[in-house]
């Protein structure tokens, strides 16, 4: 559906700068409205085309998806939100020893962050650093740490093969959303060239939030889909 609907906005964004070309709307330092149906736009678009899906959060998503996919493949999740699965003794001391190997990777981080940590700038601050750029893969690593040591420790993974394929699970289940993301990058794209949110007097804060949603929400909807419908289904 947001595929779609966003080629169906690629159109109209299209449809709208070769009309306002044509009609001399103009940007506010008084150049006309980029036409990407002329030559100039036409080429951009085939030249930026990669580009443009490097821009898309791809990595974060799958960097997401996979912790996602180790929390819900492992068990650990549904111990933690399940008391009842909790009654083997098997799963609490898994639990228990998870708990503390997260609460260990917590630790670590937060000794990176302090002065003189690894995980600061050159000049000792937070901002510029290497926690501030990999703040997401650390997250991640923290998360799944937990999940494997549970996942392996409670029986729910045996073997390599299994470990691969449930932290994965979140991936392949999403794939349609991949083919969202890179028609919503060339979205976002179009409307920069064109300067829409400059016509439209949004600010800078306002262009990211829209951008973000714009990224985010078909993978939402698509996860609170599958999951809520699974959750019924299994309910009835």
Known sequence: MFTITYLLLIVFLVL???AGNIYGVTLSDGTLLPNLLSQEGIRWLVRHSIDNISAAPLAEVLLALILIGALRSSGLWSSLVHRES????????ALHMALILFAACILAVLIGITPGGN????????????????????LTLTGI???????????QWH????????????ITSCTCYLVTLIVASQLIAMARYIHL????????????????????TPLIALYIKKHFTHDTSSAE
């Open 16 to 18: 709208f700068s070769w």
């Open 86 to 93: 909790r009654s083997i003794q098997r799963t609490r001391h």
């Open 119 to 138: 995980l600061l700038s050159v000049t000792g601050h937070i901002a510029g650093g290497p926690f501030a750029s990999g703040w997401l893969f650390l």
């Open 145 to 155: 740490a937990p999940c494997i040591l549970f996942g392996y420790m409670s029986d």
């Open 159 to 170: 073997t390599r093969e299994e470990l691969f394929i449930g932290i994965t699970s979140e």
């Open 197 to 216: 949110f400059e016509l439209l007097k949004a600010s800078s804060i306002t262009q990211d939030i829209i951008e973000t949603l714009v990224y985010i």
